[in-house]
Structures are given as structure tokens and as C-alpha cells.
């Protein structure tokens, strides 16, 4: 199946990092209909964005976290 990846994306708060993320995703499932699953890079470290990827859909799988169309 196809996949997309994120690597990587600063925010300094919740709502702006549910923005990007959103954003992120609503573009690449435009330019790429075809995606199945999705690939979020985020290190241990990165907070905001851990808890904004667990509240849009994305599961922790291994250091990563994998979101399934």
C-alpha cells in the first residue's frame, strides 16, 4: 500500500501544531490519494507534537508514529 511521511514539524503550542498537522495531512492526501498510512517522524522530546499526533489518529508504533488512513 502507499505511504506518506512527515519528518519532523515544530510548533510552540497545541493549536498551532494541530494546524500544521492538518494542513500537512489535507496536502499530501491531495496530491496523493493513493496514501494508505502515514509515517510521523517525532522524537521522544518532542511533546507538542507527540500529543497532537496521538489526538489526530496516529498510534505510537516503535520510535514512530504511524497514522492509518
Known amino acids: 500500500s502507499a505511504y506518506g511521511e512527515i519528518f519532523g514539524m515544530y510548533a510552540a503550542d497545541a493549536q498551532s ?11 499530501m492526501f491531495a496530491k496523493a490519494p493513493s496514501i494508505q498510512e502515514v509515517i510521523y517522524f517525532i522524537e521522544d522530546y ?6 497532537t499526533a496521538l489526538a489526530s489518529g496516529f498510534r505510537i508504533m516503535s520510535h514512530y508514529q ?4
Open 17 to 27: 501544531a494541530h494546524s500544521l498537522l492538518s494542513a500537512t495531512l489535507a496536502n
Open 46 to 51: 518532542q511533546q507538542i507534537a507527540r500529543q
Open 66 to 69: 504511524l497514522w492509518v488512513k
